[in-house]
Nanobody, 131 residues
Framework: AQVLVESGGGSVQSGGSLRLSCEVS????????MGWFRQAPGKEGEGVKE?????????????AYADSVKGRFTISLDSAKNTLYLQMNSLKPEDTALYYCAASLYAAGGWLLVARHYGAWGQGTQVTVSS
């Protein structure tokens, strides 16, 4: 079974940057569509479907971004390290959330940012942005 482990979260001031990593084990990440999702403060106990899709990369390397992060966040996959990254620049207080990486065998096109189409999830890493 695929195991996803996120790291790189932390606390930064508004305008700062962070890079999240998601190490994938148990299978090659290139066989999957991979995505980054986040869950806002106070909603951590809610279901997977409530997680906001913010960035994804499909099996062909095509990327998709939510409007809220477009131009500020960049998703990438290092196949040699089997690790997914999310470079986050120009962070805002509203980016504060628990960030998850996820994998899907079939998500594509308009489904890439939809949480219910992803079957494997990491445990999450907290990002806090102060003003």
């Amino acid at each position: 079974a695929q195991v996803l482990v996120e790291s790189g979260g932390g606390s930064v001031q508004s305008g700062g940057s962070l890079r999240l990593s998601c190490e994938v084990s148990g299978d090659s990440a290139r066989r999957y569509s991979m995505g980054w999702f986040r869950q806002a403060p106070g909603k951590e106990g809610e279901g997977v479907k409530e997680r906001e899709g913010i960035a994804s990369i499909d099996k062909k390397g095509n990327t998709a971004y939510a409007d809220s992060v477009k131009g500020r966040f960049t998703i990438s996959l290092d196949s040699a390290k089997n690790t997914l990254y999310l470079q986050m620049n120009s962070l805002k207080p509203e980016d504060t959330a628990l960030y998850y990486c996820a994998a899907s065998l079939y998500a594509a096109g308009g489904w890439l940012l939809v949480a219910r189409h992803y079957g494997a999830w990491g445990q999450g890493t907290q990002v806090t942005v102060s003003s």
